[in-house]
């Protein structure tokens, strides 16, 4: 009994941890500025409002008080950088799975010469720190003409993706029941039995995979401050930076940082009916 309270106590207080930054923003995004600077500071909106939620987006908002709010001096930037992050994240996650299912599929269920050396490769990749090969790829963009363009930024941020995911989704897919010799005998090729046998086992994996590339290329930021702060394929985590110095309502930042929160839900809530999935029916063969 003691037990089971002090791990229901070290839960709430891990939920409270996590969920009341959240929580904050929210509360703020939804306040005017004067509640923001009051002190003490209320736990709820005293005024909610949707102001700044306008505002942030470029749209003039009138309260029912008659005060008037005006577009925010970012608000194309907040705008632009929405959709160059839903653009980015989209992409190398479409990118990112059409040449990582193929990938893990291979080495997780194939034997062929070198194959632990390019697994290693591959775990090298992926803890490889962005920041040590940033300098590098600037220059190289720079060369190519990609620095400051959405292609350049896709191409950098699959750097991250696809050696990640290759290497959560290797284990996975060895894991799966050996199916193939019964595929073989009902006349499907190796290719036919990855597309119809065993990507569909395989949807649960492969629905987080594409829920963490998601959310990796949605939270990009190293390489997005450096190769397109500032242009027009910036992406929303540098304009978020860019209210800490350049715009100083925390009511419009909470806003924006609200609006980022969306697209993620929304990609979670699409996939959770194949994350939530276990299949425990199967035997897996080891």
Not at 68 to 76: H, N, T
Not at 87 to 115: D, N, Q, W
Not at 199 to 222: R, Y
Request: hydrophobic share 55%.
């Amino acid at each position: 009994m003691k037990k089971k309270v002090c791990m229901g106590m070290c839960m709430m207080v891990v939920l409270v941890w996590t969920m009341l930054p959240f929580y904050w923003f929210l509360k703020m995004a939804f306040e005017i500025p004067a509640d923001v600077a009051r002190f003490p500071p209320s736990f709820y909106p005293r005024h909610p409002t949707i102001a700044s939620l306008a505002t942030v987006l470029g749209f003039k908002f009138v309260s029912k008080d008659g005060t008037v709010y005006l577009p925010s001096g970012r608000a194309r930037q907040v705008r632009v950088g929405l959709l160059n992050s839903l653009i980015l994240s989209c992409s190398v996650t479409a990118i990112t799975m059409l040449v990582v299912i193929p990938l893990a599929y291979t080495f997780g269920r194939l034997e062929f010469p070198h194959k632990n050396k390019l697994i290693f490769a591959i775990l090298f990749a992926a803890a490889l720190p962005p920041i040590s090969i940033l300098i590098p790829f600037y220059m190289i963009f720079i060369k190519l003409g990609l620095a400051g363009t959405m292609v350049g930024l896709i191409i950098v941020t699959l750097t991250i993706t696809i050696p990640l995911l290759t290497w959560m989704l290797i284990g996975y897919f060895r894991n799966l029941p050996k199916v193939e010799p019964l595929a073989r005998i009902d006349g499907l090729s190796r290719l036919r039995t990855m597309i119809f046998v065993i990507i569909p086992m395989a949807k649960v994996g492969i629905s987080v995979g594409a829920t963490i590339c998601f959310l990796t290329a949605w939270n990009e930021f190293t390489f997005a401050q450096i190769l397109v702060n500032g242009t027009p394929a910036a992406t929303v985590p540098p304009v978020i930076s860019g209210f800490l110095f350049m715009h100083p309502e925390v009511t419009q930042l909470a806003a924006t940082v609200l609006y980022t929160l969306i697209p993620p839900f929304l990609v979670g809530y699409w996939l959770q009916k194949y994350i939530t999935q276990m299949n425990i029916t199967e035997p897996i063969e080891r």
